[in-house]
């Protein structure tokens, strides 16, 4: 079955014709704002429009991107374009529609663009959909949103008549209850949840580690400070799970920072966690207290032997934490290699929308400690009713929230039914009203560690 005919309470979405081509020139490309997004106008003359869908439509494995056209039909009138495009890059499909600009302000993109999920994931069985939108392009951005597109970075795109550079965003969609990784700025694929293990060892020893990994947990964050580095070795061994199978991160403490005291607190991590790499290694904090001014050259002393032992292999991915712009832009200035990650406190009621910008415009994955907020919210009747109309618990949708945020989360548990609890987010997704009111709750479950306040020895 190629291109079958899809209804919507407004459109049809029916396969393309070589006659499409002409019609969409004659009326579309008078509308200049739309024209500029048009693939008919890509082409600048229809004879080349003619002779590619020629292509498509009598090539039922023809290999040009565009796998899956729609024509996007209101009362019998073509009014926008759509398909499905295979990526061989990303191994995903990828939503796209233009409209004419008469229909602009119906919802009808956001209707055509929810059929087509749905096709892409009931007939064409995908979990994963990749979504972009010209960033000047704000009405596409909200139609991504609206359908449950998640932001994951910006990047170069080049328009395909003049190949002039634009800057566009990329967003990702899984099917519901599937979760999707995330891809650090080196292509390296993290889960979406790690196992937050501060504090776990303390009473049961190694049993919740093994726990989390029965679970299915498969990242585990730790860090020299946490005194526990030995257990999490001893319960991966114990596990007999491959190590090319658990995504294992570790931290270095402000008092180990320097070229030298780095490659030394590097060694130690490796060998109480029984492993000869680490998969991310971060540095915890970017100062030791407010008064020592030598922070800027200890950053620099540090990112130099970090991107050293991410060149020899013994780390496959560096990272910070607790970075805000200002500590960012010193390893920026004259860095080898980009953070691939910034490990930030960040929940509902306290999300640090300029950090977060400023790592998505360096392609820096944002990841949230204490993603529950300490829970502060548990008791809070507007979420409780809110988590309930999802038919979920409020744990549930504070990390369901920020999943949907593009940030990756490392929640910590010493129960087994929580550790469950919260692997269990992608079953349901939250609006994007309840989004914008979990976006924006006053602060609450703050821990006051600010970066630049704080002394860590
Ligand atoms: N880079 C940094 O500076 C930094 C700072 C702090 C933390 N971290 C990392 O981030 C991880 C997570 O942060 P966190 O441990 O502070 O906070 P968290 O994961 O947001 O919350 C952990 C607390 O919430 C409870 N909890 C967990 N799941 C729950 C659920 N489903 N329902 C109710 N309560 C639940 C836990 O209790 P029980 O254990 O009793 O279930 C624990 O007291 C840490 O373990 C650590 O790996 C990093």
């Not at 199978?245 to 180990?256: D, G, H």
Request: some cysteine.
């Amino acid at each position: 079955m190629k291109n079958p005919v899809i209804e919507t309470e407004r459109l049809i979405l029916r396969p393309l014709t070589v006659e499409d081509a002409q019609t969409a020139f004659d009326s579309w490309t008078s509308d200049p704002e739309v024209a500029k997004y048009m693939r008919y106008y890509a082409h600048k003359s229809v004879d080349t429009t003619k002779e590619w869908l020629k292509s498509v439509v009598a090539n039922e494995n023809s290999d040009t991107s565009f796998d899956w056209g729609f024509v996007l039909c209101e009362s019998g009138e073509l009014v926008g374009s759509g398909g499905l495009y295979y990526d061989d890059e990303d191994g995903m499909f990828e939503i796209g529609y233009n409209f004419a600009k008469k229909v602009w302000g119906r919802g009808l993109a956001t209707e055509a663009a929810r059929a087509m999920i749905d096709f892409a994931f009931t007939t064409l069985h995908q979990t994963q959909l990749r979504g972009r939108h010209n960033i000047e392009n704000k009405a596409s951005g909200n139609v991504m949103k609206k359908c449950g597109f998640v932001y994951e970075r910006d990047c170069l795109d080049y328009m395909l008549e003049d190949h002039a550079e634009r800057t566009v965003s990329m967003y990702r969609l899984s099917k519901p209850g599937t979760p999707s990784n995330f891809i650090l700025n080196n292509g390296i694929e993290i889960p979406p949840i790690g196992f937050g293990s501060y504090r776990s060892t303390l009473n049961d020893g190694i049993a919740p580690i093994l726990q989390a990994l029965e679970l299915g947990y498969r990242y585990i964050d730790t860090a020299s400070f946490y005194k526990n580095e030995e257990d999490i070795g001893a319960a991966l061994e114990q596990s007999g799970i491959q190590r090319s199978e658990i995504f294992l991160a570790t931290k270095m403490w402000p008092t180990e920072m320097g070229y030298e005291e780095t490659m030394e607190a590097f060694a130690g991590s490796c060998r109480k966690l029984r492993t000869d790499y680490i998969d991310l290694y971060l540095i915890h904090w970017p100062k030791l207290n407010p008064s020592d001014l030598q922070w800027r050259q200890k950053i620099r002393d540090t990112w130099r032997a970090m991107e050293e032992l991410y060149e020899a292999g013994k780390c496959r991915a560096i990272g910070v934490c607790n970075f805000q712009p200002h500590h960012l832009q010193v390893i920026l200035d004259d860095c080898k290699v980009v953070p691939m990650v910034d490990q930030l406190e960040l929940h509902a009621g306290y999300i640090q929308q300029y950090t977060l910008d400023f790592c998505r415009a360096h392609g820096i994955v944002p990841q949230a400690w204490s993603p529950l907020g300490r829970m502060y919210f548990s008791e809070e009747p507007y979420l409780q009713k809110m988590a309930a109309q999802y038919g979920r618990p409020v744990s549930q949708l504070l990390l369901r929230f920020l999943n949907q945020s593009g940030i990756q989360i490392i929640p910590k548990s010493s129960h087994v039914d929580r550790m469950k609890e919260n692997l269990d987010i992608f079953g349901f997704t939250i609006n994007d009203e309840d989004m914008s009111f979990l976006s924006c709750l006053p602060q609450v479950g703050f821990s006051k560690e600010f970066p630049d306040w704080a002394t860590r020895g």
